[in-house]
């Protein structure tokens, strides 16, 4: 499942530090927005979603920020820990009314140095 | 078992060959998604099937033909392919619908590693 030979933007931060992973996305209408993690190997595994009625939402270690006025949105890591090298990717939700069609960014890849 | 298994995971297929990829999902969802990841496009969405009904077909070549039996399998059938069509193509479900608790989220296989020569 790993996104080889991709020219992936890559974030390196230290063990211990926090990581800050953003995205832009593109429809000012999703209403939904996910982060994923792909590790090498496996496919995407969800991590923290967030609804465009909320800005900021916590989870384990992770946090996401929605900024719809630029239509930015970013993932905070807490501490981070060898095991989050991957590659990380935000998705927008461009379906309507209760049908979900997910529309993905082109990824960043976060290594972590020991 | 695991949530959403692919079969087989690699294969290797010349562009005259006729070969099907296969998705089963165990999680009683009712949509099931195809999407490829290469070098080019990491997630590019191929097909979406929401209560066995195909709903989405994002422009896909007609060389992918998708086979939705049930809610529970996914096929991908592949004939006459191109080596551009060398991917990783990865299934997906999720729980949608009116009335149920939906969150949008997709559950993904591990993928087919594809290489076309």
């Known amino acids: 499942g790993e996104s080889v030979g991709l020219h992936l933007p890559t974030l390196s931060v230290q063990e211990g530090d926090n990581s800050i992973i953003n995205c832009a996305y593109s429809n000012s209408a999703s209403d939904y927005f996910i982060w994923y993690k792909q590790e090498s190997g496996k496919g995407p595994q969800f991590i923290i979603d967030?609804?465009?009625?909320?800005d900021k939402r916590q989870g384990q270690r992770v946090t996401v920020l929605l900024n719809k006025t630029v239509k930015h949105l970013s993932l905070q890591i807490a501490a981070t820990q060898p095991g989050d090298s991957a590659v990380y990717f935000c998705?927008?939700?461009?379906?309507?009314?209760?049908?979900?069609?997910?529309?993905f960014g082109s990824g960043t890849r976060l290594l972590v140095r020991p | 078992e695991t949530g959403v298994t692919q079969t087989p995971r690699h294969l290797v297929m010349g562009m005259t060959n006729k070969k099907s990829l296969k998705c089963e999902q165990h999680?009683?969802?009712?949509?099931m998604y195809w999407y490829k990841q290469s070098a080019k496009k990491p997630l590019e969405l191929m097909f979406v099937?929401?209560?066995?009904?195909?709903?989405e077909n994002n422009s896909v070549p007609s060389r992918f033909s998708p086979e939705c039996p049930n809610s529970s399998h996914l096929f991908l059938h592949l004939h006459t392919l191109q080596p551009e069509d060398s991917a990783l193509y990865l299934c997906a479900s999720s729980q949608e619908g009116s009335g149920t608790p939906a969150t949008g989220e997709l559950f993904f296989g591990e993928g087919s590693r594809l290489t076309v020569l």
């Open positions: 967030i609804r465009s009625n909320m």
């Open positions: 999680l009683g969802h009712n949509a």
């Open positions: 998705a927008e939700n461009t379906g309507m009314d209760s049908s979900y069609k997910l529309i």
């Open positions: 099937y929401n209560f066995k009904e195909q709903t």
